[in-house]
C-alpha cells in the first residue's frame, strides 16, 4: 500500500511536472523538466488535490442539469413539489449516501425509485455520465477526502 501510494505521488508529479513544462509558466526549481524525464528524482509532496476538484466540472454540469431540481445544487434534497407530486428527495450528502457504493448510486440513476418518484437516467445518461456525476457528488457535495481511495468508491480523479 505505501510502495502504491509512492508510485502514485511520483506519477503525479511527473504529469504534472510535464504539463508544467509544456506551458510558459515553466516551475522556477525546473523540477518539471527532471520529474518528466527521471521519475525517479521527482520531489516528494502531498498529491495535488485541486486537481481532483478541477476534475468535477462535467459531473456538476449534468448533476445540475439533471438532478438538482430535486436534490438542491447543494444536495441535501428535501421536499419537492414536481408535476403536483410530492416527494422528499435524499440527502445526498448524508452518512447514509456517502456509504452508497458507486455500483449502488449508478444503479440508483439507471433504475429510478418509480415509486417514491425519480426518473430512470437509463435513457438519458450514458455510464460514463453517471460516473462524472458520482465523482461529482463524492467530491464536491460529500466532501470526501482526495486523493482517493474514497470510502465505497472507484472514483480515481487524477
Ligand atoms: C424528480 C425528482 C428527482 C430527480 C430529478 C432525481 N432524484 Fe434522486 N431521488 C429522488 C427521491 C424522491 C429519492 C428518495 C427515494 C426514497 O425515498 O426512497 C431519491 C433518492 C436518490 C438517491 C438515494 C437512493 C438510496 O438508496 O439511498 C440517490 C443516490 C439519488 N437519488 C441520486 C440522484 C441522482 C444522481 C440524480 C440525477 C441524475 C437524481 N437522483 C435525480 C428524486 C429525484
Known amino acids: 500500500m505505501k510502495l502504491k501510494e509512492t508510485i502514485f505521488v511520483i506519477f503525479a508529479f511527473a504529469t504534472l511536472g510535464f504539463l508544467y513544462s509544456c506551458t510558459n509558466n515553466a516551475p522556477s526549481n525546473n523540477s518539471g523538466a527532471t520529474a518528466s524525464t527521471n521519475s525517479a528524482t521527482a520531489p516528494k509532496a502531498p498529491v495535488n488535490t485541486s486537481l481532483a476538484a478541477e476534475d468535477t466540472s462535467t459531473g456538476r454540469e449534468l448533476y445540475v442539469a439533471q438532478c438538482a431540481k430535486c436534490h438542491k445544487e ?55 455520465e453517471m460516473r462524472e456525476i458520482v465523482k461529482y457528488i463524492r467530491v464536491d457535495l460529500q466532501k470526501m477526502p482526495a486523493p482517493p481511495p474514497y470510502p465505497n468508491s472507484t472514483v480515481q480523479p487524477q
Open 74 to 128: 447543494s444536495g441535501e434534497g428535501g421536499e419537492v413539489v414536481l408535476d403536483g407530486r410530492k416527494m422528499k428527495a435524499d440527502n445526498l450528502t448524508d452518512d447514509r449516501r456517502k456509504r452508497l457504493t458507486d455500483e449502488k448510486m449508478i444503479k440508483v440513476m439507471v433504475d429510478g425509485i418509480p415509486d417514491e418518484g425519480m426518473p430512470s437516467y437509463k435513457d438519458k445518461l450514458s455510464e460514463a
